[in-house]
């Protein structure tokens, strides 16, 4: 058994003081690699009950969206990338992972010398890769057939085709994602777009974070404010960003040209599927393909590696890690327990 466990629940646990992405009640920190959703597992619990450490992109991002009471928590704490933190004789490390605006890799170096890493999501090439002797890595494109045959540039390309075509001919667009999807497709976009710009209520507070960021942002309206309303109402030709989860909750967006922004790879040759109806969905990834992932593996240069049963395909993943690589490879082990935490 190695020092690395998932529990039932969701969070990872690395080695004996860290939990990451979720809570648990005999681990004093957690670790937010970032703000997605499926990696928030019971973050209010760890509210009250850990510290909480993330780096300054994400705590900018939480705040934003959870402005209530984080602002004002002590056991919320910032994390720069080149900082490393003692936790009870463990040396904890926070590294880009370019897969969003402040996601991170975790870097536990435990009290004896031994390294644990998670690689949490992450997009290939990745700038600094933590070294580690055991790793547990995301497997999202853990199927060895799961191989992009066109670079991230073709996406950027299909990307603003999309959005342009559809703007010449009058109509208005609407972006549908995950939050930090859509904000980097705007900045990608932004050259083009000479109308309006609107954002629904979960993807608006997060504007000014990427501002602070580095990405120059161009306006954005609230959907919910006046202004806004009044475009949708005259039917002006209006850019809007929405989330997944506000979509069916937003009878406006019916009448727009739709554009799918998804994280999953459905056609290894071309990033773009469209629809009779004028809508279309772009495989607009900030994950790593199969390949990116085994290559981020050799460059962790673990001995011991766990794939991350959450998502993609963890078993095909752990035999290729195995045949290909040579290394050692399993899904992580799972802790099961009835106790609170």
């Not at 890595?137 to 299909?158: A, F, H, M, N």
């Not at 497709?185 to 954002?199: R, T």
């Not at 949708?232 to 506000?246: D, S």
């Amino acid at each position: 058994m190695g020092r690395i466990q998932l529990k039932d629940r969701g969070g990872l646990l690395l080695g004996d003081h860290i939990s990451c992405d979720g809570f648990s009640c005999d681990r004093p920190v957690r670790v937010q690699t970032h703000i997605h959703s499926d990696h928030m597992s019971d973050f209010d619990t760890s509210k009250a009950n850990q510290t909480i450490v993330m780096s300054a992109e994400t705590k900018d991002l939480l705040f934003a969206i959870y402005n209530a009471d984080l602002p004002y928590r002590s056991n919320i704490i910032a994390a720069g990338p080149t900082e490393v933190f003692d936790v009870s004789g463990d040396q904890v490390q926070l590294v880009p992972s370019n897969h969003m605006l402040g996601s991170v890799q975790v870097k536990v170096t435990c009290s004896d010398g031994y390294k644990l890493g998670y690689s949490s999501d992450f997009f290939w090439p990745v700038g600094d890769v933590i070294q580690v002797d055991e790793l547990i890595v995301d497997s999202t494109y853990g199927d060895p057939l799961r191989v992009r045959q066109y670079d991230q540039g073709r996406v950027i390309e299909k990307l603003s085709e999309q959005v342009c075509t559809n703007f010449h001919s009058g109509k208005s667009v609407c972006l549908i994602g995950h939050n930090g999807r859509l904000q980097m497709a705007l900045y990608l976009v932004a050259e083009f777009i000479k109308i309006p710009i609107i954002a629904s209520p979960k993807a608006f507070p997060l504007i000014h974070s990427y501002r602070q960021h580095g990405y120059p942002l161009p306006e954005v309206l609230n959907a919910a404010s006046r202004e806004a309303i009044d475009l949708l109402r005259h039917k002006t030709p209006v850019l809007a960003l929405v989330t997944l989860n506000e979509r069916r909750h937003l009878p406006w967006v019916d009448r727009f040209c739709k554009i799918h922004l998804t994280g999953y790879m459905s056609r290894p040759k071309d990033p773009v599927i469209l629809y009779d109806n004028g809508d279309s969905c772009i495989a607009f990834t900030d994950h790593a393909d199969f390949h990116g992932t085994m290559e981020y593996i050799q460059a962790t240069g673990a001995s011991t590696v766990w794939t991350d049963p959450r998502s993609g395909n963890a078993q095909a993943l752990a035999e290729a890690i195995s045949n290909q690589l040579g290394i050692r490879s399993a899904i992580v082990p799972q802790l099961h327990s009835l106790a609170w935490g």
